[in-house]
């Protein structure tokens, strides 16, 4: 069992940055990939970017690339994903996730049924 726990969220300026962590515990974290995702009010959540076991590939959701950042420090069992160039539509909670399987290629971990094991998450919110 995978325990994740999220943190870094707030409130921030549109055009701002934050850095949220995933801490992981209970489990061996370098053979998870881990992915992040968010739920807006109102709205189903959606994939924002994850990354391989090993650091070497990631993946992101169009509505971020070139704006944020996932990395991960196996060394620490933490991931983060750091955010730059906030907008308000980036508004959510956000949540880490821990998946088992291994994937190359295109389309890798960006469903949700592909992930074992959440974290609470932690609201992210941007003001205009």
């Known amino acids: 069992q995978v325990q994740l726990v999220e943190s870094g969220g707030g409130l921030v300026q549109a055009g701002g940055s934050l850095r949220l962590s995933c801490a992981a515990s209970?489990?061996?974290?370098?053979?998870?990939?881990m992915g992040w995702f968010r739920q807006a009010p109102g709205k189903e959540r959606e994939f924002v970017a994850a990354?391989?076991?090993?650091?070497?590939?990631?993946y992101y959701a169009d509505s971020v690339k070139g704006r944020f950042t996932d990395s991960r420090d196996n060394a620490k069992n933490t991931v983060y994903l750091q955010m730059n160039s906030l907008k308000p539509e980036d508004t959510a909670v956000y949540y880490c996730?821990?998946?088992?399987?291994?994937?190359?290629?295109?389309?890798?971990?960006?469903?949700?049924?592909?992930?074992?094991?959440w974290g609470q998450g932690t609201q992210v919110t941007v003001s205009s």
């Open positions: 209970g489990g061996t974290f370098s053979r998870y990939a």
């Open positions: 990354i391989s076991w090993s650091g070497d590939m990631t």
């Open positions: 996730a821990a998946s088992p399987l291994l994937c190359s290629g295109y389309g890798c971990y960006d469903s949700s049924y592909e992930y074992d094991f």
